[in-house]
T-cell receptor, first 114, second 114 residues
Framework: NAGVTQTPKFQVLKTGQSMTLQCAQD?????MSWYRQDPGMGLRLIHYSVGAGITDQGEVPNGYNVSRSTTEDFPLRLLSAAPSQTSVYFCASSYSLAGGVEQFFGPGTRLTVL | SQQGEEDPQALSIQEGENATMNCSYK?????LQWYRQNSGRGLVHLILIRSNEREKHSGRLRVTLDTSKKSSSLLITASRAADTASYFC??????????????FGKGTKLSVKP
């Protein structure tokens, strides 16, 4: 089991460029989510999905799009990058959203927008 | 907005000492979780305590929950240099149509000196 994988590990973008952060899990988890972590802050939820074809917004969704066509993959798209999106992005998954279960985190993608 | 707030923000102790971190939250919860993050890594789940539990143990970890005070504490006994990390509490929250997403605090940075 690879768990939760994220690519790339590092990325530098110029303002206005677009890119997709990849996230995949091999645990057959229904729930997947994206967080961003800024210096000295906890994690803030961007978008989440409770199953293939179902996505919803979290606390800070503006500037980001997601889709979930398969159980395994949950990509995060930045359509027009802004310096305020410089952050470390974490993808997480769990087998369920209900009932309080642990989430498994990927290693993160460190994104810099110039 | 963060629901949980950890205290202290930073803690430095000697190996062998106990480390205590506190978390306060604002609204009622179904459960509370603690996670550890080593520098430059993703988060790793440590322990979950449900709202009807008052104390829980896992190895050298002891978590307490006081729902009347809306607070939790994490105690690490006989700390080791390998415990050096940031520790986050997370409570369940509702975003969109789903209950159960996690809201993270800003974390306590623990440094254990050999």
């Amino acid at each position: 089991n690879a768990g939760v994988t994220q690519t790339p590990k590092f990325q530098v973008l110029k303002t206005g460029q677009s890119m997709t952060l990849q996230c995949a899990q091999d645990m057959n988890h229904e729930y997947m989510s994206w967080y961003r972590q800024d210096p000295g802050m906890g994690l803030r939820l961007i978008h989440y999905s409770v199953g293939a074809g179902i996505t919803d917004q979290g606390e800070v969704p503006n500037g980001y799009n997601v889709s979930r066509s398969t159980t395994e993959d949950f990509p995060l798209r930045l359509l027009s990058a802004a310096p305020s999106q410089t952050s470390v992005y974490f993808c997480a998954s769990s087998y369920s959203l209900a009932g309080g279960v642990e989430q498994f985190f990927g290693p993160g993608t460190r994104l810099t927008v110039l | 907005s963060q629901q949980g707030e950890e205290d202290p923000q930073a803690l430095s102790i000697q190996e062998g000492e106990n480390a205590t971190m506190n978390c306060s939250y604002k609204t009622s919860i179904n459960n509370l979780q603690w996670y550890r993050q080593n520098s430059g890594r993703g988060l790793v789940h440590l322990i979950l305590i449900r709202s009807n539990e008052r104390e829980k143990h896992s190895g050298r970890l002891r978590v307490t929950l006081d729902t009347s005070k809306k607070s939790s504490s994490l105690l690490i006994t006989a700390s080791r240099a390998a415990d050096t990390a940031s520790y986050f509490c997370a409570t369940d929250a509702r975003y969109g149509g789903s209950q159960g997403n996690l809201i993270f605090g800003k974390g306590t940075k623990l440094s254990v000196k050999p």
